[in-house]
């Protein structure tokens, strides 16, 4: 019988990579709090740019363990709320302007498209290549 590595405690293991994502997503948590506070819509623009970019990278750095793809799927959640949260505002104040914001309506709604698809993918274990060929089906070929 082999003996099997005794796994090492909490304390000492390497962090993975869902830590350093927990860790930055906490950090810019206190972020948003503090643009939100600050009631300017350009900020909390500039911040969704940031924010967005997290997931946009989270599976390119995913080690295949399934910890990181819970984490992904919460902060889309976050983001998507977020995102309706900068329409609302943006509605109220005239509209997203991409002078003054540096983003339009379009764009973020687009980004929220692909965050309940991402999520969708995720939550469904769909990986891209069985999404199109699924969707090709569907479509007779069109996708």
């Given at each position: 019988?082999?003996?099997?590595?005794?796994p090492?405690p909490?304390?000492?293991?390497?962090?993975?990579?869902?830590?350093?994502?927990?860790?930055?997503?906490?950090i810019l948590?206190f972020?948003?709090?503090?643009v939100?506070?600050?009631?300017?819509?350009?900020?909390?623009v500039?911040?969704?740019?940031?924010?967005?970019?997290i997931p946009?990278?989270?599976a390119d750095?995913s080690?295949g363990?399934?910890?990181?793809?819970e984490?992904?799927?919460?902060?889309?959640?976050?983001?998507?709320?977020?995102?309706?949260k900068l329409?609302?505002?943006?509605s109220?104040?005239?509209?997203?302007?991409?002078i003054?914001?540096?983003?339009?309506?379009q764009v973020?709604?687009?980004?929220?498209?692909?965050?309940?698809?991402?999520?969708?993918?995720?939550?469904?274990?769909l990986?891209?290549?069985?999404?199109?060929?699924i969707?090709?089906?569907l479509?007779?070929?069109?996708?």
């Amino acid at each position: 019988m082999i003996a099997q590595p005794i796994p090492k405690p909490e304390s000492e293991r390497q962090p993975q990579v869902h830590d350093h994502i927990l860790r930055d997503f906490g950090i810019l948590d206190f972020l948003k709090d503090e643009v939100d506070k600050s009631g300017e819509l350009y900020l909390k623009v500039a911040l969704w740019k940031v924010l967005i970019r997290i997931p946009q990278h989270c599976a390119d750095i995913s080690d295949g363990d399934d910890s990181p793809n819970e984490l992904l799927k919460q902060m889309l959640v976050s983001l998507m709320a977020y995102s309706e949260k900068l329409l609302s505002e943006g509605s109220e104040s005239g509209g997203l302007d991409l002078i003054r914001h540096g983003v339009t309506e379009q764009v973020i709604r687009e980004n929220i498209q692909w965050m309940r698809e991402k999520f969708l993918l995720l939550e469904m274990s769909l990986t891209q290549p069985r999404k199109e060929f699924i969707l090709s089906v569907l479509t007779g070929g069109k996708a």
